[in-house]
């Protein structure tokens, strides 16, 4: 189909399928050296096309490797009072991450007994806490909770607190560490700020359609900046419903559009609980 990217928007779906075949049939040889799972790469998961699209797909077993932590591309959300039965249905429905929104020692603890009562093996499983940075400095609880999670994102965290959990990190008293709540424009002077970076960032991204002819957005968009700077972006409940009409004419939903788009931008994806059946 050449470099022109309008021909390869235009016959999407004929190069999306030559894309597929191609790890495939690459995968089958097993040629040494190679790993044996393409999606587990440090950064940017998939596989782009000239259109800047992805082809690989992406499945509730796909992982990728967050500072040496393997984390899946698909989790659910977990938010009280329906922890527990929200985390054993995904649990048996082949999930394996979640995330705690404003996490509490409740929440949490639903989240360990669903995953003694599914029988999956903790190992499997990983717990991604959402928790704000007062609660480092008020909660003398907090640190037993902290020993459960596999990653912590801390709340509008300011330059000065994000190098006490540096050293903390360093101590081993935290795994993988991220920010969340920041407006775009705070994230931006809080990297230029900060010499350790995190390991990722929950915001409120612009989503644009790879390879569409919306993708100018990207100019507004964090999300490839962040990945050249290896910091993955996570994202939960996506929904944009007026961005996504203008490629919905197939049987997709608006969410599960959006939900694809950013999943082919090489974010990390966590899905309400109300949604779990539509994705």
């Known amino acids: 189909l050449g470099e022109d990217p309008g021909l390869w928007y235009s016959n999407w779906h004929r190069a999306s399928a030559m894309a597929r075949e191609l790890p495939r049939r690459f995968a089958r040889s097993k040629p040494r050296g190679i790993p044996p799972a393409l999606d587990r790469q440090p950064a940017g998961h998939g596989l782009r096309v000239p259109s800047g699209g992805r082809a690989l797909q992406v499945s509730r077993t796909s992982r990728i490797l967050m500072r040496q932590v393997e984390f899946p591309l698909l989790g659910v959300v977990l938010r009280p009072p329906d922890a527990y039965t929200t985390a054993w249905t995904a649990l048996n429905l082949g999930f394996r991450s979640f995330l ?3 996490m509490n020692s409740s929440t949490l603890q639903d989240a360990l007994l669903a995953i003694i009562s599914s029988e999956v093996s903790r190992q499997e499983v990983r717990l991604l806490g959402e928790v704000p940075s007062s609660r480092f400095l008020e909660d003398e609880e907090l640190e037993a909770d902290l020993r459960e999670l596999d990653a912590i994102s801390v709340e509008s965290v300011e330059t000065k607190a ?42 409120d991204f612009t989503i644009y359609e790879p390879g569409g002819p919306d993708e100018a957005r990207k100019l507004v968009s ?3 900046t962040l990945q050249d700077l290896g910091i993955f972006t996570i994202a939960q409940g996506l ?27 090489g974010g ?3 899905v309400e609980a109300s949604e779990m059946q539509e994705h």
């Open 222 to 224: 964090q999300m490839e």
């Open 100 to 102: 705690l929104p404003e």
């Open 162 to 203: 994000w190098q006490s959990l540096v050293k903390m990190q360093h101590q081993g008293r935290l795994t993988v560490v991220g920010v969340s709540g920041m407006h775009p424009d705070r994230v931006k002077e809080f990297l230029d700020e900060v010499e350790e970076k995190p390991a990722f960032v929950i915001s």
């Open 268 to 270: 990390l994806l966590f």
């Open 239 to 265: 929904s944009d419903v007026a961005q996504a009409h203008s490629v919905n004419g197939h049987s997709a939903s608006s969410a599960q559009v959006i939900d694809r788009w950013w999943l082919q931008l």
